[in-house]
Nanobody
C-alpha cells in the first residue's frame, strides 16, 4: 500500500505563485508516473500535469507556460510550481502516482486526499 501526502495549498491573489509538494510512502518498489489532478466545485476532476519515469511531462492546455511539474525520485516526491495563478485555478489539487510494490507486482494507481488552492482577490 502507498500513502500520498500533499502540502503547500492555500489562499493567494491572482498573479501570485504557490508550490505544491507530495510525498509517497509505504511499500514502494518503483514509481512510474507521478502527477497532479484537480477538481473544482461542480466540475469533473481534470489532469493538471504528469511526469513519467523517463522524464516526459504533459500539461493541461490551461496551465501550460504557468505550471511546472518536477520530481525527486530518490525521495518519492513530486512538486507542482504554479505561477501567474488565476481564479479559475481554484480547486482541490490531488497528487497521483502509479507504483508497484515489487518487481513483478502489477502497477497500481494511488491518489492523495488533496490540498485546497484558492485564488481570489
Amino acid at each position: 500500500q502507498v500513502q500520498l501526502v500533499e502540502s503547500g495549498g492555500g489562499l493567494v491573489q491572482p498573479g501570485e505563485s504557490l508550490r505544491l509538494s507530495c510525498v509517497a510512502s509505504g511499500t514502494i518498489f518503483s514509481i512510474n508516473v507521478m502527477g497532479w489532478y484537480r477538481q473544482a466545485p461542480g466540475k469533473q476532476r481534470e489532469l493538471v500535469a504528469v511526469s513519467t519515469a523517463d522524464g516526459t511531462t504533459n500539461y493541461a492546455d490551461s496551465v501550460k507556460g504557468r505550471f511546472t511539474i518536477s520530481r525527486e525520485n530518490a525521495k518519492n516526491m513530486v512538486y507542482l510550481e504554479m505561477n501567474s495563478l488565476k481564479p479559475e485555478d481554484t480547486a482541490v489539487y490531488s497528487c497521483y502516482v502509479r507504483a508497484r510494490s515489487t518487481r513483478l507486482a502489477n502497477w497500481v494507481n494511488y491518489w492523495g486526499q488533496g490540498t485546497q488552492v484558492t485564488v481570489s482577490s
